[in-house]
């Protein structure tokens, strides 16, 4: 089965503190995995996807395929990252996105 | 030009009553996706369209649940009888139909069965 699981509700650090969201999958061949953010009152907007390989907003993810794990990072949090994080996979051949349950990323001044 | 747009932005029904859905997608994205999120939950897929066809409708939960888009663009969420159950936001999401796209989506209809 497909599935996507973040064990964090909510995460709250310190500005200026690392953050690491955590996302585990589970999967039957190879998924593409994405990061998805929602701002207060804002809509659902794509962070980053793995196969870019980039870095957003100073935020970068790596896909472990051993670990099945596509864990989100930032070595220093800023205020305004404080938000709604949705960790997703699809078929690489562009499909349903299926998504886990969301992390509230808080972070204190 | 204009993102995802979702009409109406709120809904209130009684139960029982029978409520439409609308989403004008980006123009030109020829993949749709119909998602359901209730508090405290991600999103949860219930159909994507390619053109005019359902090419995965395996999310819908059941038969109230009915999905249209006729002619490859605007597409209409149907849900008849409707349930407190039903409760939640209604996300509707587009994308051009190449690998890896990005998907786009709507503000979301917050439908509220009473």
């Known amino acids: 089965a497909q599935r996507v699981t973040q064990p964090e509700k909510l995460l709250s650090v310190f500005k200026g503190a690392p953050v690491e969201l955590k996302c585990n999958y589970s999967y039957s061949g190879s998924p593409e995995l994405f990061w998805y953010v929602q701002y207060s009152r804002q809509r659902l907007q794509l962070l980053l996807r793995?196969?870019s390989r980039e870095s957003i907003k100073g935020f970068t993810a790596d896909l472990n395929k051993g670990e099945t794990s596509f864990h989100l990072k930032k070595p220093f949090a800023q205020e305004e990252d404080s938000a709604m994080y949705y960790c997703?996979?699809?078929?690489?051949?562009?499909?349903?996105?299926?998504f886990g349950s969301g992390t509230r990323l808080s972070i204190r001044p | 030009g204009a993102g995802v747009s979702q009409t109406p932005s709120n809904k209130v029904t009684e139960k029982g009553k029978y409520v439409e859905l609308r989403c004008d997608p980006i123009?030109?994205?020829?993949?749709l996706y119909w998602y359901r999120q209730s508090l405290g939950q991600g999103p949860e897929f219930l159909i994507y369209?390619?053109?005019?066809?359902?090419?995965?409708d395996s999310g819908l939960p059941n038969d109230r649940f009915f999905a249209v888009r006729p002619e490859g663009s605007v597409s209409t969420l149907k849900i008849q009888r409707t349930e407190r159950g039903d409760s939640a936001v209604y996300l509707c999401a587009s994308s051009f139909q190449d690998k890896n796209t990005e998907a786009f989506f709507g503000q979301g209809t917050r439908l509220t069965v009473v």
């Open positions: 123009s030109g994205h020829t993949a």
């Open positions: 997703a996979l699809s078929r690489s051949s562009a499909s349903k996105i299926i």
């Open positions: 369209f390619q053109g005019t066809g359902a090419a995965d």
């Open positions: 793995h196969i």
